[in-house]
């Protein structure tokens, strides 16, 4: 059957809009900020290889998945998945899934609205020169300072959702393509830079042997998480790339697209890893110092560099579009299905969805000073408790919303999003859609989504339950 719907939405303007736009979600703060903090915090290269092999195994094959179902479903997850479920006469309850990932797509916003937010304060910081020749107890100084302040993280935080919402909020195929065409590219030769600034410290191979030395006793630890990161960092799972393929014009290839986008995105974390860690090393930090890494480690960096100053603020600027061009993807899920479900202006629905996310995202900025003490899910010799306050163990509010998303949500949806693609869907339909020419290949990626990418997912559970 030829399907040449178009979304209400609106819809690229070529592949290339497509990848730009899918590449401009995957890249953000999960390349540049999480991956290394997590690679720093489960002890290097084994989880940089679980990484990895869930890139290529599970993460790429449900990007296809979710490309395929979204323009396919010309319609927001939901009700994509609605739609297609009842051309396959299968359950609508398939929707469920895209539901449950538009939740999670705002609860990711939520905290990652905060750290963009950081990297605003960064470039301020960098503008007037505070990490000039800064040493590594004066760097950690200043992201302490800038965490433990809450007005002045509710000050970015807000900032940064006000951009998200104002550029969704006049609709995403229009405002994403001219900024990004320039500013990625960009991104990547910064981060050039920094891995040529990483080659000088003097440490370049501890670094390297850091990301790439792999220690089989060491995977079990941080299986789960190299997972979830591997979710994470491509945006699958919550329908992000979902609605991305509804504005997918009809006669771009998926396939070929799709594993671009992986590349590019695999490309960027690891330089950013490799720029990051001997920096690390140089200045004696420790790689499991957890969320501040970037922030603490890249200034040193800049105070030494010519022009450190300017590069360093460029670099900040850099990472902050980065973090836009991601925190949009996160909401469009949401509105596309309230504009849709309830037929009131796109202006509207974003306002309250920005709303609602802001409000959570304050529990974020509050769990890095004030609140630090309420922990979360906390199992204690008395038992199990959902909120303690000052408990030993537990997560607080940030790691659980993190927890809570990157490493249950995110995995859960992409699986369902494979299965309903793999199982439910007719395997005509899917043929159709990803138009690929060789059979050979057609099955091999047909095979990766119905199979090894819901096995991959659930071994990984299991593996994660025996610990
Ligand atoms: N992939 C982005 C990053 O690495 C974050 C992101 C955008 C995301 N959309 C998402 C993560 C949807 C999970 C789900 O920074």
């Given at each position: 059957?030829?399907?040449?719907?178009?979304?209400?939405?609106?819809?690229?303007?070529?592949?290339?809009?497509?990848?730009?736009?899918?590449?401009?979600?995957?890249?953000?703060?999960?390349?540049?900020?999480?991956?290394?903090?997590?690679?720093?915090?489960?002890?290097?290269?084994?989880?940089?290889?679980?990484?990895?092999?869930?890139?290529?195994?599970?993460?790429?094959?449900?990007?296809?998945?979710?490309?395929?179902?979204?323009?396919?479903?010309?319609?927001?997850?939901?009700?994509?998945?609605?739609?297609?479920?009842?051309?396959?006469?299968?359950?609508?309850?398939?929707?469920?899934?895209?539901?449950?990932?538009?939740?999670?797509?705002?609860?990711?916003?939520?905290?990652?609205?905060?750290?963009?937010?950081?990297?605003?304060?960064?470039?301020?910081?960098?503008?007037?020169?505070?990490?000039?020749?800064?040493?590594?107890?004066?760097?950690?100084?200043?992201?302490?300072?800038?965490?433990?302040?809450?007005?002045?993280?509710?000050?970015?935080?807000?900032?940064?959702?006000?951009?998200?919402?104002?550029?969704?909020?006049?609709?995403?195929?229009?405002?994403?393509?001219?900024?990004?065409?320039?500013?990625?590219?960009?991104?990547?030769?910064?981060?050039?830079?920094?891995?040529?600034?990483?080659?000088?410290?003097?440490?370049?191979?501890?670094?390297?042997?850091?990301?790439?030395?792999?220690?089989?006793?060491?995977?079990?630890?941080?299986?789960?998480?190299?997972?979830?990161?591997?979710?994470?960092?491509?945006?699958?799972?919550?329908?992000?790339?979902?609605?991305?393929?509804?504005?997918?014009?009809?006669?771009?290839?998926?396939?070929?697209?799709?594993?671009?986008?992986?590349?590019?995105?695999?490309?960027?974390?690891?330089?950013?890893?490799?720029?990051?860690?001997?920096?690390?090393?140089?200045?004696?930090?420790?790689?499991?110092?957890?969320?501040?890494?970037?922030?603490?480690?890249?200034?040193?960096?800049?105070?030494?560099?010519?022009?450190?100053?300017?590069?360093?603020?460029?670099?900040?600027?850099?990472?902050?579009?980065?973090?836009?061009?991601?925190?949009?993807?996160?909401?469009?899920?949401?509105?596309?299905?309230?504009?849709?479900?309830?037929?009131?202006?796109?202006?509207?629905?974003?306002?309250?969805?920005?709303?609602?996310?802001?409000?959570?995202?304050?529990?974020?900025?509050?769990s890095?000073?004030?609140g630090a003490e309420a922990k979360f899910f906390v199992f204690a010799?008395?038992?199990?408790h959902l909120y303690q306050w000052g408990a030993e163990g537990g997560r607080n509010f940030?790691d659980s919303?993190?927890?809570?998303?990157?490493?249950?949500?995110?995995?859960?949806?992409?699986?369902?999003?494979?299965?309903?693609?793999?199982?439910?869907?007719?395997?005509?339909?899917?043929?159709?859609?990803?138009?690929?020419?060789?059979?050979?290949?057609?099955?091999?990626?047909?095979?990766?989504?119905?199979?090894?990418?819901?096995?991959?997912?659930?071994?990984?559970?299991?593996?994660?339950?025996?610990?």
């Amino acid at each position: 059957m030829a399907n040449d719907k178009v979304s209400i939405h609106g819809a690229w303007a070529s592949r290339w809009v497509f990848i730009l736009a899918a590449t401009g979600s995957a890249v953000g703060l999960g390349n540049i900020w999480k991956f290394p903090y997590m690679t720093g915090m489960y002890g290097g290269g084994a989880f940089v290889a679980m990484y990895l092999l869930c890139i290529v195994l599970v993460g790429v094959p449900i990007m296809l998945a979710e490309t395929l179902i979204g323009r396919r479903g010309r319609q927001s997850p939901v009700n994509a998945m609605k739609s297609l479920a009842l051309e396959a006469g299968a359950s609508r309850h398939w929707s469920l899934a895209a539901l449950v990932g538009l939740v999670a797509a705002l609860l990711i916003l939520s905290f990652y609205s905060v750290v963009a937010g950081w990297s605003l304060d960064y470039i301020i910081g960098m503008g007037r020169g505070d990490f000039r020749g800064i040493s590594a107890e004066g760097a950690g100084a200043a992201f302490g300072g800038l965490t433990s302040d809450p007005w002045r993280l509710t000050l970015w935080h807000s900032l940064f959702m006000l951009v998200t919402a104002i550029v969704i909020g006049k609709g995403v195929v229009a405002g994403l393509e001219r900024s990004l065409r320039i500013m990625m590219p960009l991104l990547f030769v910064l981060l050039l830079v920094l891995l040529g600034y990483s080659l000088t410290t003097g440490h370049f191979m501890q670094g390297f042997d850091f990301l790439f030395h792999f220690d089989p006793s060491k995977v079990q630890d941080g299986i789960l998480a190299a997972m979830g990161h591997a979710f994470f960092t491509l945006s699958v799972g919550v329908g992000s790339i979902m609605v991305y393929g509804s504005y997918m014009p009809k006669k771009a290839s998926i396939g070929s697209t799709v594993i671009a986008v992986g590349l590019l995105d695999t490309l960027v974390a690891l330089t950013a890893g490799l720029a990051l860690f001997p920096i690390v090393f140089a200045a004696g930090l420790e790689p499991g110092g957890g969320p501040g890494l970037m922030f603490v480690t890249l200034p040193i960096a800049f105070g030494t560099i010519a022009f450190g100053q300017i590069v360093g603020l460029v670099f900040f600027v850099l990472v902050a579009i980065a973090a836009w061009s991601s925190s949009i993807s996160m909401l469009e899920p949401a509105v596309a299905y309230f504009v849709e479900r309830s037929g009131r202006s796109r202006a509207l629905v974003t306002g309250m969805l920005a709303l609602f996310c802001w409000v959570v995202g304050m529990g974020t900025v509050l769990s890095f000073n004030i609140g630090a003490e309420a922990k979360f899910f906390v199992f204690a010799e008395d038992g199990f408790h959902l909120y303690q306050w000052g408990a030993e163990g537990g997560r607080n509010f940030f790691d659980s919303i993190d927890y809570l998303t990157s490493r249950i949500l995110l995995p859960l949806g992409g699986l369902a999003f494979a299965l309903f693609a793999g199982w439910a869907m007719n395997r005509e339909a899917v043929r159709d859609e990803l138009a690929i020419k060789s059979p050979l290949l057609f099955n091999l990626l047909y095979w990766l989504v119905r199979v090894v990418a819901p096995v991959g997912v659930l071994i990984v559970f299991i593996a994660e339950l025996s610990k």
